[in-house]
């Protein structure tokens, strides 16, 4: 009987938890609330040009037609690195629901799911924003996190060269799918790393 290859990845080891009798359960999501009144919105920005204002945007937004109480707007101090687990309790404390981006680039849109993920396996909804190009590393993360096919808004590349006029724009085109991985049924609207910004042949940055 051939040796087995040991894989320094830990594939070896991943196939055969897949065949013991108790394989360990992803780490689930926050449950949702039925709808956003009275609700106090996070938004975690990640310093990238014109994310703070699309996060603002958005939290306008929804304390204007969904009901929501108000924000708590925060900032990171490293785009590229996950949110300080001080600054997540924070957020977690003192908000029902998060939203955090705006990803623009490879490291801040990896960094930015990381958020989500922490967020949500320590109880707290979240929508995560990455803007089109990175879905890979978005998706590529979610999967290193014990979360594949993690769920996330879209928006085309890039946002960092948009006009404040333009930025509005995008956020509300982006508001629906923010919604939707917000609360228990809105809609039932499904985006797996599908953005809100994602119009067919949109040109890039356009808003």
């Keep these: 009987m051939p040796n087995a290859i040991l ?21 689930g999501l ?3 609330r039925a709808d956003l009144r009275g609700a106090t919105v996070g938004l975690l920005e990640n310093t990238k040009h014109n994310a703070a204002l699309f996060l603002d945007e958005l939290g306008r ?19 590229a690195q996950p949110v300080e687990e001080g600054l997540r309790k924070e957020m977690a404390g003192g908000c029902d629901v998060v939203i955090t981006g705006v990803g623009d680039c490879g490291s801040c849109s990896a960094a930015a ?17 990455c803007s089109d190009a990175f879905r ?10 014990g979360l ?6 879209t928006t085309p590349h890039p946002v960092a060269v948009l006009t404040p006029a333009e930025v509005r724009a995008r956020a509300e085109r982006a508001l629906p799918e923010v919604v939707s991985l ?6 039932g609207a499904e985006s797996t790393g599908a953005g809100a910004g994602d119009d067919n042949g949109a040109d890039k940055g356009s808003p």
Aim: proline fraction near 7%.
């Design 136 to 145: 890979g590393s978005a998706d590529a993360i979610a999967g290193l996190r």
């Design 113 to 129: 799911v990381m958020d989500g993920v922490e967020f949500e396996t320590n109880g707290t909804p979240v929508a995560v924003i």
């Design 7 to 27: 894989d320094p990845t830990g594939g070896a080891q991943a196939g055969r938890a897949e065949q013991s009798a108790e394989p360990t359960a992803e780490p």
């Design 30 to 32: 926050a449950p949702r």
């Design 61 to 79: 937004l929804l304390v204007d037609r969904y009901g929501a109480a108000g924000v708590l707007a925060r900032t990171k101090t490293n785009f």
């Design 182 to 187: 917000l609360v228990a049924d809105s809609a």
């Design 148 to 153: 594949p096919g993690y769920r996330y808004v």
